[in-house]
């Protein structure tokens, strides 16, 4: 029998978004702004800083300062260790505040000293709970880390920590960037940033829209969580030449990669009412010779009501080889622009 109790008690239960992202540091939290210019409904916003002039002008309604004490609300030029003490002090409340999701994104770039050291820190103490901790990073352009020994330290224990902890880490490099180099540099970053809009919103479609082609909450959890190093494609792509759309998407992603047999890809196709199964299935084959046959493949469609030529995938490149962050910290890009003659 289903009592008044039981219905208030699921109806509380589906009002619960199942997804948070979490900025941490000035780079994560001036990412989680940009998403929620983008929009992402569904979705808790959280921003996480030690330096309370940023909070402050943050449109992030749950907003958390730490480390009063000892930073006073100035950041913590690249200190590490303070932010894990302030951390280790504010962990009970953090936890607390963030276990009620499925998915949590944690977003930071690395190099300075709050993005570093919470984004492993939070990633730890999340493993343990229901919460998937989804931690996303921007790896630095090559010139910071050239110019800056601290930054690169930070950058490195970062890495070092994530490889020990294993499990999912989404890495994007900034050095990949350099394609828009063309735009101002914060436009650069908002362009990174709706790749990551387009990340959570296919995900958050995924579980919120089951009657799409789509898998359930507990297998995506369980893909994501095997999926270990990942990146991501973002793009809008002729559906014509299925083929050609994943050999293009798979030379823009945002860190170089290198499959490994124990690969894993997580793909979102969102199209209009012309989508195909044939197509889908074109993509998805495609999408497994280039990889080299990867052990897991989830997807999801979107089918919008009306027609329409283009398809926007959105792809998690998963299970890519260890090395492959670190590279990205010592890939130099070919210069775009030829020196002047002497
Ligand atoms: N401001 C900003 N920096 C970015 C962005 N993406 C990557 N970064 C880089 O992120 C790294 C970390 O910088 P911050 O996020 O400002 O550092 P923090 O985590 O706040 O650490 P502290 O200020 O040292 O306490 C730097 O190398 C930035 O160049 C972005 O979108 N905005
Ligand atoms: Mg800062």
């Known amino acids: 029998m289903t009592t008044g109790t039981d219905v ?52 992030v309604e749950r907003r958390i300062l730490l480390g009063q004490r000892e930073l006073r609300g100035r950041g913590s030029a690249g200190d590490r260790q303070v932010v894990l003490r302030a951390a280790e002090d504010a962990r009970e409340e953090l936890v607390r505040r963030l276990r009620p999701f499925e998915i949590v994104f944690l977003l930071a770039g690395l190099g300075g000293g709050t993005g570093s050291a919470l984004l492993p820190f939070l990633s730890r103490h999340l493993r343990g709970t229901q919460t998937l901790p989804v931690p996303v990073v921007f790896l630095p352009f090559c010139v910071e880390l050239e110019t800056n020994v601290g930054r690169r330290e930070n950058v490195e224990a970062t890495i070092d920590e994530l490889e020990e902890m294993g499990g999912l880490v989404v890495a994007l490099a900034n050095e990949k960037l350099r394609r828009f180099s063309t735009l101002p540099i914060h436009r650069v970053f908002q362009v990174r940033n709706a790749y990551l809009h387009s990340m959570v919103s296919s995900l958050v479609d995924m579980i919120e829209n089951p009657s799409q082609i789509s898998v359930d909450l507990s297998t995506l959890k369980s893909h994501l969580r095997s999926s270990g190093l990942s990146t991501l494609i973002v793009g809008e792509y002729h559906i014509s030449e299925p083929e050609r759309l994943v050999h293009q998407a798979l030379s823009e992603t945002l860190l170089d990669y290198h499959p490994s047999p124990k690969g894993a890809a997580l793909i979102h196709l969102d199209g209009g009412s012309n989508l195909t199964l044939q197509t889908l299935d074109r993509v998805l084959a495609a999408f497994r010779q280039r990889l ?47 020196m002047p003659a002497r």
């Open 8 to 59: 208030e008690e699921w109806a509380a239960l589906a009002a619960t978004p199942s997804v948070a992202v979490v900025g941490l540091g000035g780079a994560g939290c001036e990412a989680v702004q940009d998403l929620l210019t983008l929009g992402i409904p569904g979705v808790q916003a959280f921003a996480v800083n030690t330096d309370a002039k940023q909070l402050l002008s943050s449109g």
């Open 292 to 338: 080299g046959d990867p052990q897991q493949l989830a997807f999801g469609t979107r089918v919008r009501p009306d027609p329409c030529e283009v398809v926007r995938l959105t792809a998690v490149i998963g299970g890519l080889r260890s090395r492959t962050m670190r590279d990205a910290l010592t890939s130099r890009p070919r210069p775009t622009v030829p």
